[in-house]
Every structure is written in C-alpha cells, then in structure tokens.
C-alpha cells in the first residue's frame, strides 16, 4: 500500500506500508539518492511481513515525496519528518536506516530522542557528516564519484552514477537492479543531491546518549561508506552490536536479502 503523511513545514512524505496492521513496527529510511523501493525484498517477505508491521518512507527530495527548496541542512527538518512517520507506524517501532538515512535517524535522537524506538538497525551508515567526522567517513567509490554525482550535467553526472550503482554491491548487480538503482538516484534533483551534503555536525554526544538496543549492519567490502563508520558508530553506543557481512558492499539487504531479513527478524524479536 502507498500512502503519505506531512512533515516539518508541510512537505508531504511517501510511504510504502505492507505486513500485519496491528504488529510492531518496523520503518525503513533509506540513503542518499534513493527510494523506499531500495527495500523492496523486505517489503515482499513473508517472514517479516506476518510478524510486523513494514514502513518505508521517502525521505523528502526524494521518490515519492515533496521537493522543497530548502531545509536539507536542518537536523530539525530531518527530525521532524522521521517524527511524522513514527507517529503514523505506531509506538515502539524498530527502524532501519541505510547509509545516509543514518544521519536523519541521529538527527531524530538529537531532537527528539530515543522515545519512540524500540530498537535501532544502522546499515552502512553514516552517523555525522563533514571532513574529518569518524562516524562519517566515506569509502573510494563514493570520493571517486562524488563531484561528477552532483553535476547538472547530464552527460558528467548520468555516467558517474550508473558507475556507482553499479559498483557499489559487493559483487556483480543485475543489470535490473543496477537500472532501478540508477533511476531513483535520477529521481533526486542534482540540487538536492548536493544539498544533503552541505553540513557539517558530530554526533558523538548523540551517540553516547542512545539507550535503546542497537545493531549496526556493514559489509566488510563496502567502498560507499568506509567500515571505520562502523567500528567508530559500535564503540560510541553503549551496548551497540556488530554483524559483518564478509565480502558485502554497500546494500547487504539487497546483495544478502534472505540472510538480512533472517538478522532484521531475530533482532527485532529480541527487542
């Protein structure tokens, strides 16, 4: 089912809902670029979808979800929306947020805190942004295709993210799942794509502060977001765990789904 609710300012948010209407929540946020489509193999699991209730939201700029002109830079803005679709999945939700989709979840706990979580699934995420954050440290691919990612130039801008998609699996990617990766980051204005990138802001404080159960999800190959993100993110949450995905790249929920959502389902039933 798609539907939408309204966040900070008025901006308008997509959501993909599927699995049992009266079970725990589970919300999906997903990374720079994307779309709630990228959790398309969790959204169609039987597995979670007869044990939980699954929500996955476009962050705004994205999919299918309003494209305001400002307020990519604002934690509160970030908080806010994430805010608006907890209160439409219900209380006590887990959530699973993907690389950049990281950041927006700290900037939820910033603002707002730990209280409408159960528990906290970070995947290949970044959890601060700017030069010389630990908990945002990127990998090659992502520095190596950065400025041509953001051009308004089709012609620098299309190439370099067909590479990206393409390369940022720990192996081979289907060449359908390469083009549904490439469509939606085509999706994102260049003007948003780069927006997301203008902050600079720790989070070790936030981090420290984090009282809810936490598993940090990284494939040990990633090349998008370095795996130190990772190690600097599992030290600073006090009791947080860490699952490596030996030779995985950037997206274990799509390049390991099954092994992924066998993970997702006991952590969420340990919550």
């Given at each position: 089912m798609r539907t939408e609710v309204v966040g900070h300012g008025g901006t308008?948010?997509?959501?993909?809902?599927?699995?049992?209407?009266?079970?725990?929540?589970?919300?999906?946020?997903?990374?720079?670029?994307?779309?709630?489509?990228?959790?398309?193999?969790?959204?169609?699991?039987?597995?979670?979808?007869?044990?939980?209730?699954?929500?996955?939201?476009?962050?705004?700029?994205?999919?299918?979800?309003?494209?305001?002109?400002?307020?990519?830079?604002?934690?509160?803005?970030?908080?806010?929306?994430?805010?608006?679709?907890?209160?439409?999945?219900?209380?006590?939700?887990?959530?699973?947020?993907?690389?950049?989709?990281?950041?927006?979840?700290?900037?939820?706990?910033?603002?707002?805190?730990?209280?409408?979580?159960?528990?906290?699934?970070?995947?290949?995420?970044?959890?601060?942004?700017?030069?010389?954050?630990?908990?945002?440290?990127?990998?090659?691919?992502?520095?190596?295709?950065?400025r041509a990612m953001l051009s308004d130039d089709p012609d620098i801008a299309v190439p370099a993210l067909t590479a990206f998609s393409r390369e940022m699996a720990g192996g081979p990617v289907p060449g359908a799942q390469v083009q549904a990766l490439l469509g939606a980051s085509l999706s994102v204005p260049p003007s948003v794509r780069a927006a997301l990138f203008r902050r600079d802001i720790g989070s070790e404080e936030v981090l420290a502060a984090i009282d809810k159960p936490t598993l940090v999800v990284h494939g040990s190959h990633d090349r998008v977001i370095d795996p130190a993100a990772a190690e600097h993110t599992i030290g600073k949450i006090p009791g947080a765990t860490g699952r490596w995905f030996l030779d995985g790249g950037h997206a274990p929920f799509a390049e390991s789904a099954d092994e992924f959502d066998a993970v997702l389902r006991q952590f969420a039933e340990e919550c």
């Open positions: 308008r948010l997509g959501l993909r809902v599927e699995g049992a209407g009266n079970s725990r929540p589970i919300v999906f946020v997903h990374g720079w670029a994307q779309s709630s489509g990228c959790w398309a193999a969790q959204l169609a699991d039987p597995a979670l979808t007869e044990r939980f209730r699954l929500v996955a939201m476009d962050l705004r700029g994205h999919g299918a979800s309003d494209v305001p002109a400002a307020g990519y830079d604002d934690p509160v803005v970030w908080a806010d929306d994430l805010a608006a679709v907890l209160d439409f999945a219900g209380p006590d939700a887990i959530v699973v947020a993907w690389s950049y989709g990281g950041l927006v979840l700290v900037d939820h706990i910033r603002v707002h805190g730990t209280a409408r979580l159960r528990g906290i699934v970070l995947v290949g995420a970044i959890t601060e942004i700017g030069r010389d954050r630990a908990g945002g440290r990127v990998g090659p691919l992502m520095r190596e295709h950065m």
